[in-house]
């Protein structure tokens, strides 16, 4: 299998590539940063070959503004540290030459040979026992093995992520067709698409996340194996799924994200607890609560608010806490401890497939373990609740919960008038429906008639109508 993609990708980089003038594409040097120029040109001015690759010739191409630039080189990277003093090498399994300039670091990467077909040496990694390139299981571990940018261009993911603008010439190098495809507004995978994604599972996280941003669509042959592959994402390593994961939930377009990773089965592998309890019968609330905190994060992010790992997770998370709490309930055991034990358990399960860093799944686990204490209004507890440095996001995700019917309406309605006029607080009126987590006897017995006493607007503000 391995021999026929990397023939096919062997005999693609024998072939001539296509070469765009620098009057035929819309790249110009006044939109790329002057690091990346001044890396550029330091490393031609050295002799070596320097290209500007990736996401930079990409969203230039398209008319968009680009994250980062990476730059291509057949400098090896020890010769890249000798040029700039600013340089740092990073990585093991892809060795990489950072240039810092304060907070902006160009990457420059040496080109990468393809993957020889099966070697035959018996371990499978395609070069002898060198360790430069290490493939387990047909996965990629270590990739160090360097050659021309033709073989480059075609071990890189997508055939719109292949481009190279030449800064000797101003042209862009296009070896896979990727301009094709930026003008169709297609993601493709180079090669074939199942040795691409049994290389890297990460792969169809990529394809996901590319087509969302760039407004494309995934091509059938790249989609076609995602259904029956997407499990395969739950091996990579958790830290890797973490950084995957906010790119994916932390860039504008988390619910359509949502709607496309559960489609392919990809949601499955990133929070199989939560995947789970979305399954529940009975409990159709929890789609709907997970769409509305991802359509407040993208609200937030398109407006330019911060948005936090934290309460994102604790989003993400939450249907598979109340699962496991009402199992510890039904079991006997009591409200508070279950919550806090169920938060515990998905916390750590959760780890070992996203790593989340403590600064994220500190909060996340406060923001949980808070939303008992709402129904606890009496004395100078509401006082001190709202003194809680984490009250805000507690807050926040109670209203979540009251617009999904995980919460009464009324507390969260009681807790926004609270908040307004702390030093008056509104009575405690009698839940009709409790929509909320189940309590035992004697709480909420308040005092009745709520309405009528003054600040009864509140029915009709706008948290309550809207959604
Ligand atoms: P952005 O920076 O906007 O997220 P990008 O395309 O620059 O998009 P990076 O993750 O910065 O993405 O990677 C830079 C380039 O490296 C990609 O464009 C692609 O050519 C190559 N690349 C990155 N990850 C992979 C991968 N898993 N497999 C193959 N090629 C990859
Ligand atoms: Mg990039």
Redesign the pocket.
């Known amino acids: 299998m391995t021999s026929d993609n990397g023939l096919q990708l062997q005999r693609l980089a024998e072939a001539e590539p296509t070469i765009i003038p620098r009057d035929a594409h819309s790249i110009s040097r006044a939109d790329i940063s002057d690091n990346a120029l001044k890396v550029l040109y330091r490393l031609r001015n050295a002799g070596y070959q320097a290209y500007m690759?990736?996401?930079?010739v990409?969203?230039l191409s398209l008319g968009r503004e680009?994250?980062?630039f990476?730059v291509a080189t057949d400098a090896r990277p020890e010769e890249v540290r000798r040029l700039f003093r600013n340089c740092r090498l990073i990585g093991r399994r892809f060795r990489l030459a950072h240039v810092h300039f304060g907070a902006e670091i160009i990457e420059v990467a040496t080109f990468r040979a393809l993957h020889p077909p099966e070697d035959g040496d018996g371990d499978g990694d395609g070069d002898g026992a060198d360790g430069e390139r290490v493939i387990e299981n047909g996965r990629i571990v270590r990739d160090n093995v360097y050659g021309t940018l033709a073989e480059d261009a075609l071990?890189?993911?997508f055939t719109v992520?292949?481009l190279y603008y030449n800064i000797d010439d101003f042209s862009v190098v296009d070896h896979a067709g990727g301009m094709d495809d930026l003008e169709a507004g297609v993601i493709r995978l180079i090669g074939d698409p199942r040795e691409r994604y049994q290389e890297?599972p990460?792969?169809m996280l990529?394809a996901v996340r590319f087509a969302l941003k760039l407004g494309f669509r995934i091509h059938p042959e790249t989609a076609a194996p995602m259904h029956e592959m997407a499990g395969s994402v739950a091996d990579m390593p958790p830290a890797r799924l973490f950084d995957e994961a906010l790119?994916l939930f932390m860039s504008g377009d988390a619910l359509d994200a949502f709607e496309i990773l559960r489609h392919y089965g990809l949601f499955d592998s990133l929070l199989p607890l939560t995947a789970e309890a979305l399954e529940d019968e009975g409990n159709e609330q929890w789609v709907p609560f997970i769409a509305a905190a991802l359509r407040n994060t993208d609200e937030r992010i398109g407006a330019d608010k911060p948005v936090t790992p934290a309460f994102l997770f604790a989003a993400l998370l939450w249907p598979a806490v109340r699962r496991r709490e009402a199992d510890l309930v039904e079991a006997g055991e009591a409200p508070i401890p279950a919550l806090q034990q169920a938060a515990a358990e998905v916390q750590a399960m959760q780890q070992a497939r996203i790593a989340l860093p403590k600064r994220f799944s500190i909060p996340m686990r406060e923001i949980w373990t808070l939303q008992p204490r709402f129904a606890r209004r009496g004395g100078k507890r509401a006082q001190r609740l709202l003194g809680h440095p984490r009250f805000r996001a507690a807050y926040d995700f109670l209203e979540l919960r009251a617009g999904a019917g995980d919460a009464p309406a009324e507390l969260a309605q009681w807790w926004r008038e609270f908040q307004e006029q702390p030093e008056r607080p509104p009575s405690q009126k009698k839940k009709s429906s409790r929509g909320g987590r189940r309590r035992r006897g004697g709480r909420g017995r308040g005092k009745g008639n709520g309405e009528g006493g003054g600040n009864g607007t509140a029915a009709s503000t706008p948290e309550e109508s809207a959604e």
């Open positions: 690759v990736g996401g930079g990409r969203d680009p994250k980062d990476d071990r890189r993911d992520n292949a890297d990460v792969r990529r790119k």
